[in-house]
């Protein structure tokens, strides 16, 4: 409890002193004006600040600490660079036509350079980027969105053809923290699924300073602001996996709390889509569900201002968070086991041992997975 306070009265001061600072714009905005404006009164605003802050695994009573950080977000500029990716990411976090607290609060911050929604375009545009890099030397975070070719003619950008690695290069130089949004930005993605003809490669791979990942295809608005407000709060970096996601956000897997599991456990699958089984809301995990081997949080946060996510829609986790997402985790509506056992019977040839590495990584896990949906099938249907 002591430590608990400390680290309040430690965050709280911080807080206290960004808030000193002048928002980084004249005309910013300020975020109960905007939220009011949204119809969203202070009530939401301080029950959101609740959920956030469970969200980041901070004692409840923090809560004041997050809505104080969302009240200082105008004070931290932003610079986000798209590489080669499909704009989901941008959009699972702007929502244009019905944007969340979440939402709002990007939009309070101060958005310095972002392609899809600024204004300026051509050579204004990328004045404004260098502009931004120099007025805002080492205080700025930069989030890339999206995997970055490496054969440099299918991404260059702007007037004089810089290409998309050197662009992350230079932006990356002065940023205060970096975050690879999306799995595309953190580990290849869809863009690096084989054979991979533009040579993408996660931006890790782009650029030698320690680069955060928030992966899912696209990830939810909450884990890519839960970021930020991470970052105003504490001017740090939060604990971090294996693969540089925050646990906060990535430390359990999908099975581990999903709302089918006990049909997991009593051997209860979905056979086919659309069978009886489906229905009655079994586990997925024979039409492909790869929650077993995915660590994200959807099930409990879930999308669309927490409407729904994957598995409640009736469709199987297909991986999207995962290193090596796609080739690893497809065919998506098989199970694993499956496709190990093509992979070790059958043989796929030379060009796949990407794909075969990985899945060894997975193989042990996988095996004990689909041993336990067999084994408790056949005890059911006894
Ligand atoms: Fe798309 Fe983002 Fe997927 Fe990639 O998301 S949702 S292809 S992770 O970079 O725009
Ligand atoms: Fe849920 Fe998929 Fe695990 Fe079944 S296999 S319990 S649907 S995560
Ligand atoms: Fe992606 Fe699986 Fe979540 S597919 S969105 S990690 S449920």
Request: a neutral charge.
């Amino acid at each position: 409890m002591r430590d608990n306070k400390k680290l309040f009265d430690k965050i709280s001061k911080r807080l206290d002193l960004l808030a000193k600072l002048p928002a980084c714009k004249e005309d910013k905005k300020d975020i109960y004006e905007e939220l009011s404006k949204k119809g969203i009164d202070r009530r939401d605003f301080v029950k959101w600040a609740g959920m956030m802050t469970a969200t980041l695994a901070l004692p409840a009573s923090f809560a004041p600490l997050t809505a104080k950080a969302a009240e200082v977000a105008n004070r931290l500029p932003v610079i986000w660079l798209h590489m080669a990716e499909c704009t989901g990411c941008s959009e699972s976090l702007l929502r244009t036509e019905d944007p969340s607290i979440d939402s709002i609060i990007f939009d309070v911050i101060n958005l310095e350079y972002h392609e899809t929604i600024m204004a300026a375009a051509g050579y204004q545009a990328e004045q404004n980027l260098e502009n931004a890099i120099k007025k805002h030397q080492g205080n700025y975070i930069l989030m890339v969105e999206g995997g970055i070719p490496t054969i440099e003619y299918y991404l260059t950008i702007g007037a004089h053809g810089k290409t998309g690695a050197q662009a992350c290069r230079d932006a990356a130089e002065n940023a205060a923290a970096i975050f690879a949004i999306g799995t595309c930005s953190s580990f290849g993605g869809v863009q690096a699924a084989y054979p991979n003809p533009t040579a993408a490669e996660p931006l890790s791979k782009i650029i030698t300073k320690p680069v955060i990942n928030v992966p899912g295809c696209p990830p939810s608005e909450k884990n890519i602001v839960g970021n930020v407000l991470y970052f105003i709060m504490f001017g740090a970096l939060p604990a971090l996996d294996a693969f540089n996601r925050p646990k906060w956000a990535y430390g359990n897997r999908i099975h581990d709390l999903c709302e089918r599991r006990g049909h997991f456990d009593a051997g209860e699958f979905v056979q086919h889509f659309g069978d009886e089984n489906a229905q009655k809301g079994f586990c997925l995990y024979k039409v492909g569900c790869k929650g077993p081997y995915t660590f994200n949080n959807c099930s409990k946060l879930r999308f669309n201002s927490h409407t729904s996510w994957p598995i409640q829609a009736g469709h199987g986790c297909i991986g999207c968070s995962e290193p090596n997402f796609w080739d690893t985790m497809s065919p998506f509506e098989e199970p694993l086991g499956n496709k190990l056992y093509h992979t070790a019977f059958n043989g796929f040839g030379a060009d796949k041992t990407a794909d075969t590495a990985g899945m060894v990584i997975l193989s042990a896990t996988a095996i004990g997975i689909a041993a336990h949906a067999l084994i408790s099938s056949v005890a059911k249907n006894k």
